[in-house]
């Protein structure tokens, strides 16, 4: 998260083109080929599949971690709409990612990202085994595998030193984020053991998800008003937890946290299911009270869609935070499978804001967002000539086309068809139990280097566990001693 600085009167000149994206929101075929005409100028950023270039990479300025959540667009729209059209790319693109150990830390990759970075790439895995996408071939890395080394190393990460608990936002000691607990590592890490839970029926999954819920609450990220703040510094040297989120509330904060809920309401029964009822409901309020419009519902980035001041300049979204909504969409979307009662609610937030967001994809090729931090523009658009997607969507396109808009419109659109026995998703997510192909590894990912040894908390501690913790402090100090040595090899 970078704080940025106002970029002015880059945009106001574009042309609108005659397109358009016509969409009649009860008709699913009309509602599928919107979907198919924006995803398909999402696509047309996509660069990695050429020859020579790297799959599952965007080009610059778009992180790592964005292409992997864009990917994980791209399994739900296979699912909701049954158009394989994609299937073959989008598998290339995650297969490659997941990189030589099958953990999604690839060594391009790994000097730079953090346990959010590697998490959206794991829960695009985790989608894959949820939806049952096409398996790759078995000596390929395995959707539900993936989530498990993932999940396995987030474990052992667990740092009960600083703040008494949770994931710091870096892996290691040399990157940002090293004194930082964030709400969207821990959320993933939340939400992935949630849907193991569900996905594989072994409760240990349940109970990292509650002892992170419990940890979030503990310091205030998730606040009495289930408003969940971004994060906490921590000192140091005295490992004293700092009360300093700011006021800005991100909607995939609260949206990694309520999908990951409701699958808990899922997995669990009386007293217990009624606890995560309570939270699903929190945090259903909170979503509509900071990011529904208030009269017309639709979803919107509340603090960077708001114009609020910062340090003398009106705050605008940055390349990452103009992907969030669309998250939030992805995990309302699911919330209302896995926790049916809350359909009706959901349901008309998803529509409501469909319907506005297709209207804003009237955009002209070429057509670029700010890149607000550095004061660039984003890449030119080339999709279908009038359709590109704008940003906000409380108004006509306002020429923030990017892979962000594209994917958040995206998402608006096609999670109108979750319900309606298109694609497959109408039956809601699989299990191993029942329709789940995809083959795990419960004890991938074990042999993590930058281990908190988290795992072994679980458990009493064995003499076998002395030696390996010994071991795993050793490896820790040599990686960070010979750092690059280590992340080139
Ligand atoms: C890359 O994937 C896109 C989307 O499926 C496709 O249109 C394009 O032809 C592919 N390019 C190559 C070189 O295979
Ligand atoms: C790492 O970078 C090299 C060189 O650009 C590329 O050939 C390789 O495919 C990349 N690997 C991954 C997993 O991205
Ligand atoms: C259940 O999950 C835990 C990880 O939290 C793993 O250590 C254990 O082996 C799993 N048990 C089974 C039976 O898969
Ligand atoms: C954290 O700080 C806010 C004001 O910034 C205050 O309202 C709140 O009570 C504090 N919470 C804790 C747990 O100290
Ligand atoms: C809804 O209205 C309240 C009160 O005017 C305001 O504080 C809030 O920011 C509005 N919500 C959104 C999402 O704009
Ligand atoms: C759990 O999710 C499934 C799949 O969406 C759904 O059919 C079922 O009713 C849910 N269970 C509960 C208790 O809501």
């Not at 830390?105 to 998490?119: E, K």
């Amino acid at each position: 998260m970078r704080w940025n600085v106002a970029v002015c009167g880059l945009m106001g000149l574009l042309a609108q083109s005659a397109t358009a994206i016509t969409m009649d929101i009860d008709d699913t075929q009309s509602v599928k080929d919107a979907a198919a005409t924006i995803a398909y100028g999402m696509l047309k950023y996509y660069t990695g599949n050429n020859t020579g270039d790297t799959p599952g990479n965007l080009p610059d300025p778009y992180y790592w971690w964005e292409a992997g959540a864009m990917f994980g667009a791209m399994v739900d729209y296979w699912w909701v709409t049954g158009d394989t059209s994609y299937v073959e790319v989008t598998t290339q693109a995650i297969v490659h990612q997941a990189g030589d150990a099958r953990d999604f830390n690839p060594a391009n990759q790994s000097r730079t990202s953090s346990n959010d970075d590697v998490g959206f790439w794991t829960i695009t895995a985790m989608m894959a085994a949820e939806d049952a996408f096409p398996d790759p071939p078995p000596d390929q890395p395995q959707w539900l595998a993936l989530v498990q080394a993932v999940f396995n190393q987030m474990a052992s990460r667990w740092d009960d030193l600083n703040c008494g608990g949770g994931l710091r936002w870096a892996i290691n000691d040399f990157q940002t984020g090293k004194d930082y607990k964030n709400s969207i590592s821990n959320g993933i890490f939340f939400n992935l053991g949630a849907r193991l839970a569900r996905f594989t029926g072994n409760s240990s999954y349940g109970e990292w998800a509650s002892r992170t819920w419990d940890w979030e609450r503990s310091i205030n990220l998730i606040t009495d008003e289930y408003d969940v703040k971004d994060g906490a510094h921590f000192d140091v040297t005295t490992h004293v937890c700092r009360n300093d989120s700011g006021p800005h509330v991100w909607s995939y904060n609260i949206g990694v946290f309520l999908q990951g809920a409701a699958f808990m309401y899922n997995v669990s029964t009386g007293a217990e299911q009624e606890t995560w009822k309570t939270r699903v409901d929190g945090l259903l309020g909170a979503v509509e009270a900071k990011f529904l419009t208030n009269d017309t519902k639709i979803i919107k980035e509340w603090y960077c869609e708001s114009g609020f001041s910062d340090r003398g300049h009106p705050y605008q979204c940055n390349i990452d935070q103009q992907t969030f909504k669309g998250y939030l969409l992805r995990w309302l979307s699911s919330t209302s499978q896995v926790a049916p009662y809350t359909y009706e609610r959901i349901n008309p937030w998803i529509r409501a804001t469909a319907a506005a967001a297709v209207a804003t994809c009237t955009g002209p090729v070429g057509a670029a967002a700010p890149q607000v931090d550095s004061g660039g523009i984003q890449p030119g658009f080339k999709g279908i000539d009038g359709t590109a997607c704008g940003f906000k969507w409380t108004q006509t396109f306002d020429g923030w086309a990017g892979v962000g808009a594209q994917m958040n419109a995206l998402s608006a659109v096609m999670y109108t068809l979750t319900h309606k026995g298109v694609g497959k998703a109408a039956k809601g997510p699989v299990t191993t139990a029942q329709g789940g192909t995809s083959k795990g590894d419960p004890g991938a990912g074990v042999t993590d280097p930058a281990s908190r040894g988290g795992l072994a908390a679980l458990k009493p501690i064995t003499m076998a566990d002395r030696v390996g913790a010994g071991i795993v402090t050793a490896i820790l100090a040599i990686s960070i001693v010979g750092g690059s040595v280590f992340l080139t090899i």
